[in-house]
């Protein structure tokens, strides 16, 4: 179905043609006439299937400028939050509505500045409690609230927060609740907030078909990081996505790999708000090839053009492997999932395997170059080792210059 088909009000039109859109994803067709006759709507789909739009456009259309704040969409990240808010702005500018965010890392005093003069709030559940306890926010007078990525909220424990953030909005709002999952607190949520809601969803955005999977088991594992780079040099044609497992491993290796001349960057939750959208923004610029990041940027970021996702760490369940892997081979394009063993993973790994469907195949060790790995900046000026294998015979290029 293509846009024109829909009734909305014709300056929308005019910045989907200036995005390039044409038809609807499968949750936007779905979605947006409910949204629009008032119901409360429940939308399973992944990051990327088009869903912002879908909550989005229907709440601009019924958004009146001036009358004080009207809707909330509520995010789990900063990041996301971020997104939500670039988009309400795009498409809301021309009507003469005004969006903000609300999130931690930053200045509150410039968000009450802000908040006074919203329609539309985008906000995380820390700062937005933050704002209610300071009585600089009301929220008794909207008539609509989003819960966007509302599974991803629940695991990172935001459940008494979103329960606490409702409690404070008005009784007579639309509701409306996206989520890549639908498990038992998300009905909780669905069954004490939702009246009678519509259950779409999507079928699964990642295409099995184009997206190939595969995995070495790395021995020595101080190999892992040359085989890393091995591929990132020799076998990625778009963007890559690099997960860690601790938030100090993803600067290491980002510092490695731009030691090594890849342009890559860090992203994950240690990090300044300023430095975080730094990184996605030179990500979307394209001045950066590879993300290397914890999981939070598995979930919420709309990273197009994603080849290739690496698995560095390998993730301690099967949801989290497919949340990682779901970054890539969306939308028809092909993608790649490489998992890089070593033997501290294998638990994880054989637990992947048993609730996983799809097969991962095993990989033949390719030739390539051992580098240095260095876990502190300043080793960076001291020679590198070269590996031994027998260490109390000298190498044979030391032999050479004796």
Request: aromatic letters at 8%; charged letters at 30%; a positive charge.
């Given at each position: 179905?293509?846009?024109?088909e829909?009734?909305?009000n014709?300056?929308?039109?005019?910045?989907?043609?200036?995005?390039?859109?044409?038809?609807?994803?499968?949750?936007?067709?779905?979605?947006?006439?409910?949204i629009?006759?008032?119901?409360d709507?429940?939308?399973?789909?992944?990051?990327?299937?088009?869903?912002?739009?879908?909550?989005c456009?229907?709440?601009?259309?019924?958004?009146?400028?001036?009358?004080?704040?009207?809707?909330?969409?509520?995010?789990?990240?900063?990041?996301l939050?971020?997104q939500?808010?670039?988009?309400?702005?795009?498409?809301?500018?021309?009507?003469g509505?005004?969006?903000?965010?609300?999130?931690?890392?930053?200045?509150?005093?410039?968000q009450?500045?802000?908040?006074?003069?919203?329609?539309?709030?985008v906000?995380?559940?820390?700062?937005?409690l933050?704002?209610?306890s300071?009585?600089?926010?009301?929220f008794?007078?909207?008539?609509?609230?989003?819960?966007?990525?509302?599974?991803?909220?629940?695991?990172?424990?935001?459940?008494d927060d979103?329960?606490?953030?409702?409690?404070?909005?008005?009784?007579?709002?639309?509701?409306?609740?996206?989520?890549?999952t639908?498990?038992?607190?998300?009905?909780?949520?669905m069954?004490?907030?939702l009246?009678?809601?519509?259950?779409?969803?999507t079928?699964?955005?990642?295409?099995?078909?184009?997206?190939?999977?595969?995995?070495?088991?790395?021995?020595?594992?101080?190999?892992?990081?040359?085989?890393?780079?091995?591929h990132?040099?020799?076998?990625?044609?778009?963007l890559a996505?690099?997960f860690?497992?601790?938030?100090r491993?993803?600067?290491i290796?980002?510092?490695?790999?731009?030691?090594?001349?890849?342009?890559?960057?860090?992203?994950h939750g240690?990090?300044?708000?300023?430095?975080?959208?730094?990184?996605?923004?030179?990500?979307?610029?394209?001045?950066?090839d590879?993300l290397?990041a914890?999981?939070?940027?598995?979930?919420?970021?709309?990273?197009?053009?994603?080849?290739?996702?690496?698995?560095?760490?390998?993730?301690?369940?099967?949801?989290?492997?497919?949340?990682?892997i779901?970054?890539?081979a969306?939308a028809g394009?092909?993608?790649?999932?490489?998992?890089?063993?070593?033997?501290?993973?294998h638990?994880?790994?054989?637990?992947?395997q048993?609730e996983?469907?799809f097969?991962?195949?095993?990989?033949?060790m390719?030739?390539?170059?051992?580098?240095?790995?260095?876990?502190?900046s300043?080793?960076?000026?001291?020679?590198f080792?070269?590996?031994?294998k027998?260490?109390?015979?000298?190498?044979?290029?030391?032999?050479?210059?004796?």
């Amino acid at each position: 179905m293509k846009f024109e088909e829909i009734e909305m009000n014709p300056k929308f039109l005019e910045k989907i043609r200036e995005h390039g859109f044409e038809e609807l994803t499968y949750i936007q067709e779905k979605c947006i006439p409910e949204i629009q006759k008032g119901r409360d709507v429940v939308g399973q789909a992944e990051t990327g299937s088009g869903k912002t739009l879908a909550f989005c456009l229907p709440i601009l259309d019924k958004i009146v400028p001036g009358r004080g704040i009207q809707a909330l969409i509520l995010t789990p990240t900063r990041e996301l939050c971020v997104q939500v808010t670039e988009v309400f702005q795009d498409f809301g500018t021309p009507l003469g509505t005004k969006t903000t965010s609300v999130y931690g890392g930053v200045s509150i005093e410039a968000q009450i500045k802000n908040i006074r003069k919203a329609d539309i709030i985008v906000g995380t559940p820390g700062r937005i409690l933050d704002h209610l306890s300071r009585r600089t926010i009301n929220f008794s007078d909207i008539r609509f609230l989003v819960l966007d990525e509302t599974d991803r909220m629940l695991d990172m424990g935001f459940i008494d927060d979103v329960d606490e953030i409702i409690r404070h909005s008005s009784r007579e709002r639309q509701t409306l609740m996206f989520s890549a999952t639908i498990y038992e607190d998300i009905h909780h949520i669905m069954n004490k907030y939702l009246r009678n809601p519509l259950i779409i969803k999507t079928q699964p955005y990642v295409d099995a078909k184009n997206l190939k999977q595969i995995y070495y088991d790395i021995f020595p594992s101080n190999l892992k990081f040359s085989l890393l780079v091995h591929h990132l040099k020799n076998g990625v044609s778009g963007l890559a996505i690099v997960f860690c497992g601790t938030r100090r491993e993803s600067d290491i290796v980002a510092r490695n790999l731009r030691y090594q001349g890849i342009n890559a960057v860090a992203i994950h939750g240690g990090m300044t708000q300023r430095k975080r959208l730094d990184s996605l923004n030179s990500l979307k610029n394209k001045k950066t090839d590879v993300l290397v990041a914890t999981d939070v940027a598995a979930r919420g970021l709309d990273i197009k053009g994603v080849s290739h996702i690496y698995n560095y760490d390998v993730p301690r369940t099967a949801k989290e492997y497919i949340h990682r892997i779901g970054r890539t081979a969306r939308a028809g394009e092909n993608g790649n999932a490489i998992t890089l063993l070593t033997q501290r993973d294998h638990n994880n790994f054989r637990r992947i395997q048993r609730e996983y469907e799809f097969e991962i195949e095993k990989a033949d060790m390719p030739n390539f170059r051992r580098v240095p790995f260095i876990i502190n900046s300043e080793e960076r000026k001291k020679p590198f080792k070269r590996y031994n294998k027998y260490p109390n015979r000298p190498h044979a290029l030391a032999r050479a210059r004796r």
